[in-house]
């Protein structure tokens, strides 16, 4: 597998420019609209190369599945990212 390092540098740049630090005095998770921004965004990038039943749930986490592609019955690999972030240190 050929990993496009081009292309890895340029989502983590767009990722590292939202700032996503913690609200300590929000009763809300995600406790900041900066968090809400990046699940956004990473839910549509799964959605633009192919994963299906992407979905964003209240809490935030990005749940997809990515669908097989093997010619034989194998089991169903899901993926799922939940937006860990410190409110002790420095954002974007």
């Known amino acids: 597998m050929v990993i496009d390092t081009a292309d890895l540098l340029a989502r983590f740049l767009r990722y590292v420019q939202i700032d996503t ?3 300590e005095q ?3 998770t995600p406790s900041t609209p900066g968090q809400w921004d990046l699940l956004r965004l ?3 990038e799964l959605l633009a190369i192919g994963l299906t039943d992407v979905l964003l749930t209240e809490h935030g986490y990005v749940l997809a599945t ?3 592609t093997a010619q034989k019955k194998i089991p169903t ?3 799922f990212a939940h937006v ?3 409110t ?3 954002s974007a």
């Open 84 to 86: 860990d972030t410190a």
């Open 66 to 68: 990515l669908p097989a």
């Open 21 to 23: 630090r913690s609200d």
């Open 26 to 28: 929000s009763p809300t």
């Open 42 to 44: 990473l839910q549509q």
């Open 88 to 90: 002790n240190l420095p």
């Open 77 to 79: 690999i899901a993926w």
